[in-house]
């Protein structure tokens, strides 16, 4: 059972990265799916997140309007569509798949914002 995280790196401010959780060992599409991030000496924190069915989204204040989190069931895949990038959202973002019954959580990304 395993998510791997891919896709961040360095961008500019104002500029888009998007990430991606693949998911082996088990199928996304009965899960919840959420990203969550931790910038240094801060706590982790929720930034999006989507229902099993793709039904509804939520988004941490700090980035509505700006990122976007979809899924592919088929690719049992997430990703995270993240646009217009401040420094402040620079951090280790991590992808998590939560049931009843099961948590799972990626290796995490790095994505930093910087000119």
């Known amino acids: 059972v395993q998510l791997v995280e891919s896709g961040g790196g360095l961008e500019q401010p104002g500029g888009s990265l998007r990430l991606s959780c693949a998911a082996s060992?088990?199928?996304?599409?009965?899960?919840?799916m959420r990203w969550h991030r931790q910038a240094p000496g801060k706590e982790r924190e929720l930034v999006a997140g989507?229902?099993?069915?793709?039904?509804?989204?939520n988004y941490a204040d700090s980035v509505k309007g700006r990122f976007s989190i979809s899924r592919d069931n088929a690719k049992n895949t997430v990703y995270l569509q993240m646009n217009s990038l401040k420094p402040e959202d620079t951090a280790v973002y991590y992808c998590n798949a939560a049931s009843y019954t099961q948590d799972y959580w990626g290796q995490g990304t790095q994505v930093t914002v910087s000119s």
């Open positions: 989507i229902s099993s069915n793709s039904g509804s989204t």
């Open positions: 060992g088990f199928t996304l599409s009965s899960y919840h």
